[in-house]
């Protein structure tokens, strides 16, 4: 029975160093594939280290930009703000002076009005003169006919009628 015995222990030996092995080729593969996954990690932090590092220069870049940014803005505000004054100055200028314009128009409108009502007040004078004039010569010429006129050709009624229209012509200079 010994032989059994004794393959029975080199076979047990051999399944020892066979698991050994196993277990000997697992852990390196083990440390293989550590090794490669730090490697790989250390590989990706170096390439997000470069990452970090042009996103950290990048906000610092724009840093740098934003105060230019901002000094054209406030230029531009400025620029804008002084069109504005200058704007509003020139529509001010213009309501000062305008307005003395439109006094003037309207002063030199009311005198050519006034001149106007004055020469046609002066021509309706005129002719009222002359109206007046020519009345007082009929008037004077009726007299002077009727004076030198018989008696007796003058009626009543052709003496009233004249008389009336002396009247009227009379009436009429008055009103002028």
Do not use: C, H, Y
Request: charged share 20%.
């Amino acid at each position: 029975m010994r032989p059994t015995s004794a393959t029975s222990t080199s076979s047990e030996t051999e399944q020892q160093q066979q698991q050994q092995q196993q277990q000997e080729q697992q852990q390196e593969q083990q440390q293989e594939q550590q090794q490669e996954q730090q490697q790989q990690q250390q590989r990706e932090n170096r390439g997000n280290e470069g990452q970090q590092q042009q996103q950290q220069l990048v906000p610092l870049q724009e840093k740098q930009l934003l105060p230019e940014k901002q000094q054209q803005q406030q230029q531009q505000l400025l620029l804008q703000q002084k069109q504005q004054q200058q704007q509003q100055q020139l529509q001010q200028q213009q309501q000062l002076v305008f307005p003395d314009i439109e006094v003037e128009m309207e002063q030199q409108a009311a005198e050519a009005e006034t001149k106007k009502e004055a020469a046609a007040a002066k021509g309706a004078a005129a002719a009222a003169t002359e109206a007046a004039a020519a009345a007082t010569e009929a008037a004077a010429a009726a007299a002077a006919a009727a004076a030198a006129a018989p008696s007796n050709l003058l009626s009543a009624p052709d003496e009233r009628k004249r008389e009336t229209k002396e009247d009227r012509i009379i009436l009429t200079v008055s009103e002028l």
